[in-house]
């Protein structure tokens, strides 16, 4: 059976190779190119790539949806004296305390129950969209992910997260590489070994896309060589790929909708979630719908994206979880106060995937693949299609990507 290796680097730039001698080094021996992400959060790709599929076919988008019938969060409304609070840092402390404390719960559940920073008053409109891991058996329900595909192959895997700084590392994103190399070193054998490391997301959330930022990449890239070399030398023969999801820009403004959200049919004719570079809304009264774009068509920020837009972008859904509007704003922009952050993000990615600060990485190195047989441009999509080529397996028949190793002619 063939060994593969694939680390996902949250966050790694197409522009950051300049930094990554290791990277561009590897890059040279294999296939390196830019790969466009779809228009979404780092979850909402690795949903397409564990499953090669779009947002609209997993049926996976946002990490919260719209659903009053399901909501487990109803018993939290009688809290929502906490919106009434005048301070936004004292409100964004009690909601990160509130979280904090229900880890335990999370972990024992097996999935989140975050509440991030919805405000009290609504948070019963919403559920989120996933009540298990995505690693989870037939976490996708009828769409199978490639962690399935191992699973009935009996393909020995597994995947392994950076550890994660506690509260009080929080300012230290790149907490934690040397472990990372130590549990790495100290696995026992398995054909596929996929790890996920964030460390440049978070730097770049906390600390923006300045100069610092090449010592990061650097300490990533160092990391990855003990990686790469180690995992090379336990697993005989092994293929590689590396990829990131997105890369980052840098935040030149933060915009406030909070007239919108303290609108006094916000609740009752409309409801909005402020992600941090897009607001999602509902129509809950369709006759609110023209002044609600009215006053968003007012502001310099974005645009409302098209049906044809959505349908391009993979997210044309059928159902309305993920919001009957989508306001899109601009790569210089980023929404604070916004639902999910507790502090304001100094770059931002999920912009337009046109936008070319928000180009990833892919890369394959190793002798099983086929250099001679590789052309296009790879998408998200063709990342499980294509590692499923190389360890010689089929690809699910609903799989919508396909793999970039062309056949013999």
Request: net charge positive; aromatic share 12%.
């Amino acid at each position: 059976m063939k060994n593969l290796i694939v680390i996902l680097v949250d966050a790694f730039r197409f522009d950051y190779l300049g930094d990554a001698p290791f990277l561009t080094s590897l890059g040279k021996e294999g296939w390196i190119s830019p790969l466009k992400p779809i228009l979404g959060y780092s979850d909402a790709i690795r949903a397409t790539v564990f499953t090669g599929t779009n947002p609209d076919v997993n049926n996976y988008w946002m990490s919260i949806r719209y659903s009053p019938e399901t909501s487990p969060f109803r018993s939290l409304k009688s809290m929502r004296f906490i919106d009434n609070i005048p301070s936004d840092f004292i409100k964004r402390g009690l909601r990160f305390t509130y979280d904090i404390a229900g880890k335990p719960a999370e972990k024992k559940r097996g999935y989140g129950l975050n509440t991030h920073v919805i405000p009290f008053k609504v948070i019963d409109k919403f559920d989120v969209v996933m009540r298990k891991s995505m690693l989870a058996p037939g976490a996708f329900g009828v769409i199978p992910s490639i962690f399935d595909v191992f699973r009935d192959n009996k393909v020995p895997f597994t995947y392994i997260t950076n550890p994660r700084p506690t509260p009080f590392h929080s300012l230290n994103a790149l907490y934690g590489t040397d472990k990372l190399v130590r549990t790495v070193a100290g696995l026992p054998d398995y054909n596929v070994v996929w790890i996920y490391m964030d460390y440049l997301d978070a730097y770049a959330h906390r600390h923006a896309v300045g100069p610092d930022m090449k010592d990061a990449v650097r300490e990533v890239d160092r990391t990855l060589e003990q990686i790469v070399t180690g995992l090379q030398k336990k697993m005989n023969d092994s293929s590689v790929i590396i990829f990131s999801d997105h890369g980052m820009a840098q935040t030149k403004e933060f915009i406030n909708f909070n007239e919108l959200t303290s609108h006094e049919d916000y609740g009752k004719e409309f409801l909005c979630f402020l992600d941090s570079t897009m607001v999602r809304i509902w129509y809950l009264n369709p006759k609110v719908q023209p002044e609600i774009r009215a006053y968003m068509n007012s502001k310099p920020y974005g645009h409302f994206l098209s049906q044809t837009e959505k349908l391009d972008l993979g997210i044309a859904f059928k159902n309305r979880f993920y919001g009957d509007d989508i306001y899109l704003i601009g790569s210089d922009y980023s929404i604070f106060p916004n639902y999910m952050s507790f502090i304001k993000p100094l770059a931002m990615h999920a912009y337009h995937p046109d936008i070319a600060s928000q180009a990833g990485i892919f890369l394959m190195a190793g002798k099983d693949i086929p250099l001679d047989r590789i052309s296009g441009l790879v998408r998200q999509k063709d990342i499980m299609p294509t590692a499923l080529e190389i360890m010689g397996l089929p690809a699910p028949t609903t799989c919508q990507g396909i793999s970039i190793i062309k056949a013999k002619k």
